[in-house]
């Protein structure tokens, strides 16, 4: 950096002309960074992982450094407190500026879709509950807070938010995104990408049309023509680049009438930047690139799938290594140009530029332990929550009146933390959360009693007894019940971070990869499969 142009206008042009091949190929690689550290007590250190990869091919960016999650395997104790996250990321990004050839810092990309994913932030509803609020003031400034916790750390780009339109509610994923509505979606969307950029850059996910996979299927391909797509589907994205400003958008793992998204030219660069002119940095979706060859096969090999994805308009490979493992092969094939590998990294250098950190990649470690995971956050989630709350029907029920003096409380969502906070979510301090139940012994005089009654995938019936008995002897009765994305240190994991169905699972119905055969309650469809009724037209003689 010292021998280019302090002129902020020149120095991205005068870097790329410096860069070799491997470097700027480098740039357009963003790895899974998790594993990228140790910790031992106060002890942090950089892992040879790291260090090696920096040494044979000095990257532009690292995902998920910071995410904490079973996937991950990093709980509250493993994980890194605010304080430590700044530290870590300030020791990774000194490594970047100090041992590599040219000194071009890092990006640091994190999840960002309720809340930064990592110990000690704040965690505020899922997307479909954002929404519920109609409120684009509200998550305005949601955004601003998630965007400043994520910046507080070190980390600068936030993958965030999901504006994915849900049409099958089966699709694993739906909580995450904001609903079936294309206009309310991006009003709020844009809003969210206002308040997150004044402190990082903020990522739209997914582009395009991933709400509504064959049979509601995770990635599976989406059956909608260009009409659908331009009115339906695209608006909310449009509108948050055009009103929003969004600086970079993730392509989703899907595919449009046979037509990869992640190597869709029409897509991202007829659509995304000549009509939209945008001006930000594409990201794929984790392994997205390498999928276009080894799932969708419309590649022929990984160079040529890497060329598929480059010439399309994908910038940053994310999580896989196909532009820093084989586009130097598909340069040498002819698949690609000099020219288009440029392309893409003026992309992402000019975003580095825009960011401030060439000026200064780092940050001030204090201000993470001040200003993350804050009561005055803690409020505003609770704000954003309780405005997220629908009221169906209350034929006098609420609110509860004197002459409640006993009340019980049911189900396997009543006293279960994670299963009321959605996938995506940090593991988080029990100190830190209240449950229905805890909510309600909290605020209410009269006597209160609980019974689980079952899990949410439970076949048991041993423990229904219980809560029947308890719901004779009250007043009134707080039914807790629903689905959950909570995942644990029990489930497995395909390679992009969705949960892997199986029975070791215990309460996970929802959430990525878990799609479903039915909307009704888990024990609802197992009886039906037990005890199937008549069907039309093979009713029994009488």
Same mark, same amino acid.
């Given at each position: 950096?010292?021998?280019?142009?302090?002129?902020?206008?020149?120095?991205?042009?005068?870097?790329?002309?410096?860069?070799?091949?491997?470097?700027?190929?480098?740039?357009?690689?963003?790895?899974?960074?998790?594993?990228?550290?140790?910790?031992?007590?106060?002890?942090?250190?950089?892992?040879?992982?790291?260090?090696?990869?920096?040494?044979?091919?000095?990257?532009?960016?690292?995902?998920?450094?910071?995410?904490?999650?079973?996937?991950?395997?990093?709980?509250?104790?493993?994980?890194?407190?605010?304080?430590?996250?700044?530290?870590?990321?300030?020791?990774?990004?000194?490594?970047?500026?100090?041992?590599?050839?040219?000194?071009?810092?890092?990006?640091?990309?994190?999840?960002?879709?309720?809340?930064?994913?990592?110990?000690?932030?704040?965690?505020? #509803?899922? =997307?479909?509950?954002? $929404?519920? @609020?109609? !409120?684009?003031?509200?998550?305005?400034? *949601?955004? /601003?807070?998630?965007?400043?916790?994520?910046?507080?750390?070190?980390?600068?780009?936030?993958?965030?938010?999901?504006?994915?339109?849900?049409?099958?509610?089966?699709?694993?994923?739906?909580?995450?995104?904001?609903?079936?509505?294309?206009?309310?979606?991006?009003?709020?969307?844009?809003?969210?990408?206002?308040?997150?950029?004044?402190?990082?850059?903020?990522?739209?996910?997914?582009?395009?049309?991933?709400?509504? #996979?064959? =049979?509601?299927?995770? $990635?599976? @391909?989406? !059956?909608?023509?260009?009409?659908?797509? *331009?009115? /339906?589907?695209?608006?909310?994205?449009?509108?948050?680049?055009?009103?929003?400003?969004?600086?970079?958008?993730?392509?989703?793992?899907?595919?449009?009438?046979?037509?990869?998204?992640?190597?869709?030219?029409?897509?991202?660069?007829?659509?995304?930047?000549?009509?939209?002119?945008?001006?930000?940095?594409?990201?794929?979706?984790?392994?997205?690139?390498?999928?276009?060859?080894?799932?969708?096969?419309?590649?022929?090999?990984?160079?040529?799938?890497? $060329?598929?994805?480059?010439?399309?308009?994908?910038?940053?490979?994310?999580?896989?290594?196909?532009?820093?493992?084989?586009?130097?092969?598909?340069?040498?094939?002819?698949?690609?140009?000099?020219?288009?590998?440029?392309?893409?990294?003026?992309?992402?250098?000019?975003?580095?530029?825009?960011?401030?950190?060439?000026?200064?990649?780092?940050?001030?470690?204090?201000?993470?332990?001040?200003?993350?995971?804050?009561?005055?956050?803690?409020?505003?989630?609770?704000?954003?929550?309780?405005?997220?709350?629908?009221?169906?029907?209350?034929?006098?029920?609420?609110?509860?009146?004197?002459?409640?003096?006993?009340?019980?409380?049911?189900?396997?969502?009543?006293?279960?933390?994670?299963?009321?906070?959605?996938?995506?979510?940090?593991?988080?301090?029990?100190?830190?959360?209240?449950?229905?139940?805890?909510?309600?012994?909290?605020?209410?005089?009269?006597?209160?009693?609980?019974?689980?009654?079952?899990?949410?995938?439970?076949?048991?019936?041993?423990?229904?007894?219980?809560?029947?008995?308890?719901?004779?002897?009250?007043?009134?009765?707080?039914?807790?019940?629903?689905?959950?994305?909570?995942?644990?240190?029990?489930?497995?994991?395909?390679?992009?971070?969705?949960?892997?169905?199986?029975?070791?699972?215990?309460?996970?119905?929802?959430?990525?990869?878990?799609?479903?055969?039915?909307?009704?309650?888990?024990?609802?469809?197992?009886?039906?499969?037990?005890?199937?009724?008549?069907?039309?037209?093979?009713?029994?003689?009488?």
């Amino acid at each position: 950096i010292a021998t280019v142009s302090c002129n902020r206008k020149d120095r991205v042009s005068e870097l790329i002309n410096q860069m070799t091949l491997e470097e700027k190929c480098g740039q357009l690689t963003c790895p899974i960074g998790f594993n990228f550290y140790g910790k031992d007590g106060d002890s942090l250190w950089l892992a040879e992982d790291f260090v090696g990869m920096m040494d044979t091919l000095p990257l532009g960016s690292c995902w998920a450094v910071l995410r904490a999650d079973p996937w991950s395997r990093k709980t509250v104790e493993t994980g890194l407190k605010p304080r430590e996250s700044a530290r870590l990321l300030n020791k990774m990004q000194r490594h970047a500026v100090e041992n590599t050839r040219l000194g071009i810092p890092l990006l640091f990309c994190e999840e960002t879709p309720h809340g930064h994913m990592a110990v000690g932030t704040t965690v505020f #509803p899922t =997307g479909i509950g954002q $929404a519920s @609020t109609w !409120d684009p003031e509200l998550l305005k400034q *949601m955004g /601003e807070v998630m965007g400043r916790e994520v910046r507080r750390q070190g980390a600068q780009v936030g993958y965030g938010p999901v504006l994915d339109i849900a049409r099958d509610p089966r699709w694993s994923r739906v909580e995450e995104t904001m609903g079936e509505d294309p206009y309310l979606s991006g009003v709020l969307g844009a809003a969210i990408v206002k308040g997150m950029q004044k402190n990082v850059c903020a990522t739209l996910k997914h582009l395009a049309a991933y709400g509504i #996979p064959q =049979g509601g299927h995770n $990635a599976a @391909t989406a !059956d909608v023509g260009p009409n659908r797509l *331009m009115s /339906e589907y695209l608006p909310a994205f449009e509108q948050a680049v055009v009103f929003g400003g969004a600086k970079s958008v993730m392509t989703s793992y899907n595919t449009i009438d046979g037509v990869p998204c992640s190597a869709n030219e029409w897509l991202l660069q007829n659509i995304l930047r000549n009509s939209w002119d945008f001006k930000g940095v594409v990201f794929s979706d984790l392994n997205a690139v390498n999928a276009i060859y080894a799932t969708q096969h419309v590649a022929a090999d990984p160079a040529e799938a890497a $060329a598929m994805a480059l010439k399309a308009g994908v910038d940053i490979d994310l999580g896989g290594f196909n532009y820093g493992g084989f586009l130097k092969e598909a340069l040498q094939r002819g698949l690609v140009t000099e020219a288009d590998i440029d392309r893409a990294v003026r992309h992402v250098l000019q975003l580095k530029s825009d960011l401030g950190l060439f000026e200064n990649p780092y940050v001030d470690e204090a201000l993470a332990e001040a200003e993350v995971g804050t009561e005055e956050n803690a409020q505003l989630a609770k704000q954003v929550a309780l405005e997220s709350a629908v009221l169906l029907k209350n034929d006098g029920v609420l609110p509860f009146g004197e002459n409640i003096k006993k009340v019980a409380v049911i189900g396997p969502n009543a006293d279960n933390m994670y299963n009321q906070l959605g996938d995506y979510t940090a593991p988080q301090d029990p100190e830190r959360i209240v449950t229905m139940l805890e909510g309600i012994r909290e605020k209410r005089r009269a006597e209160v009693t609980y019974a689980k009654g079952c899990a949410i995938r439970d076949e048991n019936d041993a423990n229904i007894d219980e809560a029947v008995r308890i719901a004779k002897s009250a007043d009134v009765v707080v039914l807790v019940v629903g689905g959950s994305s909570a995942r644990d240190f029990k489930t497995n994991y395909e390679d992009t971070g969705a949960a892997i169905v199986n029975e070791s699972i215990s309460d996970m119905d929802c959430g990525e990869g878990y799609d479903r055969s039915t909307l009704k309650f888990h024990r609802q469809a197992r009886r039906d499969r037990l005890h199937p009724r008549p069907s039309f037209g093979h009713e029994p003689r009488r």
